[in-house]
């Protein structure tokens, strides 16, 4: 609400369950993505499970696959931190360089 989210921002979810309204799971998630779709800006998450309340109401979804249930979460996190570092990497998307 204090950013004055609108149509022109992304909202960029990185979760593993991606939040379950029903069984108040990460509400704090949900009620960002609540505000991001009421002020029209677009949601894009990267999730670990494609039940949860990211997957079903996300304009991009990516959903790492599920290979372990037992490694779900190291395996969701462990995707999730490649992709945020190619996204942090890209040079259009640098306003400085890299030092290395």
């Given at each position: ?33 609540k505000l ?28 790492i696959p ?27 998307l640098q ?6």
């Open positions: 609400k204090i950013s004055k989210i609108n149509n022109k921002d992304v909202l960029f979810v990185f979760s593993v369950g991606g939040g379950n309204e029903k069984k108040k799971i990460s509400q704090n998630l949900i009620e960002c993505m991001a779709k009421i002020n029209k800006s677009k949601i894009i998450s990267i999730v670990g499970k494609n039940d949860g309340y990211a997957a079903k109401h996300s304009n991009t979804c990516i959903i599920n290979v372990s249930k037992k490694y779900l979460t190291p395996l969701t996190e462990g995707f999730q931190a490649v992709i945020w570092h190619l996204l942090v990497s890209h040079s259009l306003k400085n360089k890299t030092k290395w």
